[in-house]
């Protein structure tokens, strides 16, 4: 997914349309890039800035396992999410779950990484 469809994707599952994109936009790219540093923490490859730059361009797209990708909508939502409604507190708590596992596996597929090393 490209940096747009991922902007669009949470503010989708937050029940925006992509017109309201321009007013989430700063604090959505930063959420984004948030939940970015993290995988690409949790996948053993450093931090932004560090390895890889931060995703700023519309048709950017994470140095990620695509299947990761739908992680970073889970992120960006929740932290739209986060300061709304209890409801919207709750649908937050579950899309944080849901990077939670994703963060979880590439861990664990970073690991089984070390484990299978050539000898």
């Known amino acids: 997914m490209t940096l747009i469809e991922i ?61 990761a990708h739908a992680a970073l909508v889970d992120y960006a939502a929740a932290a739209l999410l986060r300061l709304g409604s209890p409801e919207k507190v709750q649908r937050a708590s579950l899309l944080m779950s849901s990077f939670r596992e994703s963060e979880n596996r590439l861990r664990r597929e970073q690991s089984r990484a070390f484990v299978n090393l050539p000898k």
């Open 7 to 67: 902007e669009n994707a949470a503010l989708f599952a937050c029940g925006e349309d992509g017109e309201a994109l321009s007013d989430h936009q700063p604090y959505l790219r930063d959420a984004v890039n948030r939940g970015y540093d993290l995988l690409l923490s949790a996948a053993g490859r450093g931090h932004l800035h560090e390895e890889v730059m931060p995703l700023h361009a519309e048709k950017s797209t994470p140095e990620l396992p695509q299947w």
